[in-house]
């Protein structure tokens, strides 16, 4: 059973950059699709976005487009997402997640495994 543990989150100004790592215990990621979900307080859980095992499929929700890239490093067996220019609407606790088909989906029933987040908070 694959377990997600994130890194990287904490506080930042509006306009600053954050990048979030998310790495597996017990064993690597192979041939796992590997998406990014965010909670906000009273919302539910959103879809930011997913990359497919070869990294040669992303995709985004359209709030995060062209701010956020989400890469993974097979061989450090490590998924990232590079968020730039925040804003405090992205303010929440993040989440990866691995889906074993590897689709690359935007539903949260695609993943099977989750790990337990990790706060941004952006200020302006």
């Known amino acids: 059973q694959v377990q997600l543990v994130e890194s990287g989150g904490g506080l930042v100004q509006a306009g600053g950059s954050l990048r979030l790592a998310c790495a597996p215990t017990g064993r690597t990621l192979s041939n796992y699709a590997m998406g990014w979900f965010r909670q906000a307080p009273g919302k539910e859980r959103e879809f930011v976005g997913t990359?497919?095992?070869?990294?040669?499929?992303?995709d985004y929700a359209y709030s995060v487009r062209g701010r956020f890239t989400i890469s993974r490093d097979n061989a450090k067996n490590t998924v990232y997402l590079q968020m730039n220019s925040l804003k405090p609407e992205d303010t929440a606790v993040y989440y990866c997640a691995a889906d074993r088909e590897n689709m690359g989906l935007s539903g949260i029933h695609n993943y099977d495994t989750w790990g337990q987040g990790t706060q941004v908070t952006v200020v302006s």
């Open positions: 990359i497919t095992w070869g990294g040669m499929y992303t």
